[in-house]
């Protein structure tokens, strides 16, 4: 949204998209112009304008913002490592790249014990129950995020909202300077 000489987009959709990346100064690159490439484009989930973030598939044309993707009810696979999306129609591609025989606790750094190895059900980041803080007695049976996925979970969902933005959309702000 471009409001005087001011752009305004939600911080992780604005990671997330393709064309954007830090500088050594830490500052947001490419932003403005794939500003301009996601507002012509629908999310695939909520018929919404700005659903910049593609499907890592070459050939397939869906689109969505960050936070639809976000919904437990969409079947998608988010890769942050890489920063890609793998839309519910090819989830097994993104299975296939997982190398499920060398994961690593991410605390330890020590792959064994693998009754004890969870994954996160967001970044597929594997931890021994024992490492975690607080550890966990046992493992879970039901999802589980880890630390950093859960705080992100939750700055998603209890972000303070200005008037013209939706809960269903908004991750965060991000207030870039126009260049002139």
Not at 20 to 26: A, C, I, K, Q, S
Not at 93 to 112: F, L, N, P, S, V
């Amino acid at each position: 949204m471009c409001i005087r000489d001011r752009y305004y987009v939600h911080e992780l959709c604005a990671i997330w998209t393709p064309q954007v990346y830090l500088d050594e100064d830490n500052k947001l690159k490419n932003v403005q112009k794939e500003l301009l490439r996601s507002k012509k484009m629908y999310c695939s989930i909520c018929g919404c304008l700005g659903g910049g973030l593609g499907c890592k598939i070459k050939n397939c044309r869906k689109t969505y913002h960050f936070r639809c993707l976000l919904d437990e009810n969409i079947d998608c696979r988010l890769d942050f490592k890489g920063f890609t999306v793998y839309c519910p129609e090819h989830v097994q591609e993104y299975d296939k790249t997982r190398e499920y025989d060398k994961i690593m606790c991410k605390a330890c750094q020590q792959g064994h014990d693998d009754d004890n190895l969870i994954l996160c059900d967001i970044c597929d980041e594997g931890y021994h129950i024992y490492c975690l803080e607080p550890k966990l007695s046992k493992v879970p049976e039901e999802d589980w995020l880890c630390n950093l996925c859960d705080i992100r979970k939750t700055a998603v969902s209890y972000t303070h909202l200005r008037a013209h933005e939706t809960p269903e959309h908004l991750v965060c702000r991000l207030l870039l300077e126009k260049k002139k």
